[in-house]
């Protein structure tokens, strides 16, 4: 088992004075110099915590074996379905007690601060429920696809199986998703500001084969998609985009959906809100006029300064955010660095991520790093050589459609401050001169 809880974070290794001490070659060619001893300090690190009767490598002997290198190690099947090292156990998916009554209807965040690609391992893909996650046998599990259509059909998880399958990778965000800084920088944390987004390589059919197999009669419009939870969690969505690009999916990079994730099957609708997307789904109706929910509202609404409602607001605008440095990875001293982040929109493909470390006043622009695909993640890196004084860094995307990444001040000058959702402002990290990293917002 591995340890949970706020109480396993370790301090981190790389911040421990006596690490740091450790001094650079002293042939080592300048312009490498500030990556080379990272390297050093590293090694440090793990002599430090394993052995410390180690002797440091020197550039002219090998290292000393340490005691995981006079031995022989476990064996296969040890562990049948693997873990991650015990000393990763800090890297989890947490929650913000406060934030909502109960664990059941709440949300987890994905420590975007540890991960290091544009997939979320599934572990640690960000959970919302309504009511809880239900175990659900798939034997028992129905799909039922009925309403304004030909031939109803009650599918099970074997007939899904047999339909032609699509794989594409697609991130997946809840709209209130930095919803705690929409009035005032709150969370200290990348985890707590931005981790409600998560990306996944899905596998499964096609929504428009399924429709196309029971005959979409000409008066539909309309789909109500409906979960097997308690909360019977459902949506109403244009036929249009069900037809376009929406999956039924029953895997998830590559082995099945996890339950927290709508084992066994679950809707994914690119690059729209994360609630539309209808886990544990058992039932579509096709109708002439969306429906209302169980539930007070059949769709999430922002309230606006004069008091009406911002609705049906499905699509996740383009947002960025800086992954390192970050308040959880603070930087260790002036030096050569590479700034990291993460962008995407639900409009399609990332076109440019701009970086600043002044705060907005000058931007530079990025590296994005394949594969770059439409409404998934994109990662971007940035050279900096860090002077050791104040920053204040910050990223900026731009997408296909054009979309440039408001800043909080342009986004409240639209929307006011009541909102909760649909926070997709510039996120500025500040950097003070010891390396700690803050959330701040600029007027
Ligand atoms: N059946 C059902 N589907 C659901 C939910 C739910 O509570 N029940 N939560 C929705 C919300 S609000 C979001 S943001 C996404 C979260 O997906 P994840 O838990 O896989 O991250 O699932 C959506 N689908
Ligand atoms: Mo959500």
């Known amino acids: 088992m591995r340890p949970r809880g706020e109480e396993n974070v370790r301090p981190n290794p790389l911040r421990s004075k006596a690490v740091l001490s450790d001094p650079a070659g002293a042939d080592v060619p300048v312009g490498r110099r500030s990556f080379l001893r990272l390297g050093a300090v590293l090694t440090g690190g793990l002599a430090l915590g ?106 099970t998880m074997k007939d899904i199986l047999r339909f032609p399958q699509t794989t594409r990778i697609h991130f997946i965000e809840c709209p209130a998703n930095g919803g705690m800084n929409w009035r005032a920088a709150q969370m200290n944390s990348l985890q707590f500001s931005h981790g409600m987004v998560s990306c996944a390589e899905w596998t499964g059919v096609k929504l428009s084969t399924l429709l196309e197999e029971t005959g979409i009669k000409k008066e539909a419009k309309w789909a109500m998609v409906e979960g097997a939870d308690g909360a019977h969690m459902n949506r109403s969505l244009p036929l249009d985009k069900c037809l376009d690009d929406c999956l039924v999916v029953y895997a998830q990079n590559g082995e099945a959906l996890r339950p927290e994730q709508g084992y066994p099957l679950r809707l994914v609708v690119p690059g729209w809100e994360g609630n539309v997307n209808i886990k544990w ?39 960025s955010v800086v992954t390192f440095p970050c308040p959880e990875k603070p930087l260790d001293g002036a030096g050569l660095y590479e700034i990291r982040g993460l962008a995407w929109t639900g409009n399609g493909k990332v076109t440019r991520v701009d970086v600043s470390v002044d705060g907005g006043i000058n931007w530079q622009t990025a590296r994005l790093h394949e594969p770059v695909l439409s409404k998934a993640l994109t990662k971007f890196t940035l050279p900096w050589r860090w002077d050791g004084r104040p920053a204040l860094v910050a990223s900026r995307v731009v997408d296909e459609s054009g979309y440039v990444q408001p800043t909080i001040a342009e986004l409240r000058k639209q929307r006011g401050s009541n909102s909760v959702y649909h926070n997709n402002s510039i996120q500025t990290w500040q950097v003070k001169s010891d390396g700690t990293v803050f959330n701040v917002q600029l007027a």
Do not use: C
Not at 289 to 312: A, Q, V
């Open 50 to 155: 394993g052995n410390s009767a180690i002797a440091e490598p020197s550039q002219e002997s090998p290292p000393a074996d340490a005691p995981w290198s006079q031995s022989i190690g476990a064996g296969v099947v040890d562990r049948p379905y693997g873990r991650p090292a015990d000393t990763e156990a800090s890297v989890i998916r947490r929650n913000v007690p406060w934030l909502t009554a109960t664990a059941e209807s709440s949300v987890s965040f994905s420590p975007l601060q540890d991960l290091h690609g544009i997939i979320t391992p599934n572990g640690l893909f960000f959970e919302r429920h309504h009511a809880g996650r239900p175990d659900i046998d798939p034997a028992q599990h129905k799909l039922l696809i009925h309403g304004l259509v030909e031939r109803p059909l009650l599918l």
């Open 281 to 319: 789904l058992r039932r579509i109706k096709l109708g002439e006029k969306p429906w209302h929910s169980r539930e007070e509202t059949s769709k999430y609404t922002d309230l606006m300064p004069d008091g009406t409602s911002r609705g049906f607001t499905w699509l996740m605008d383009a947002k």
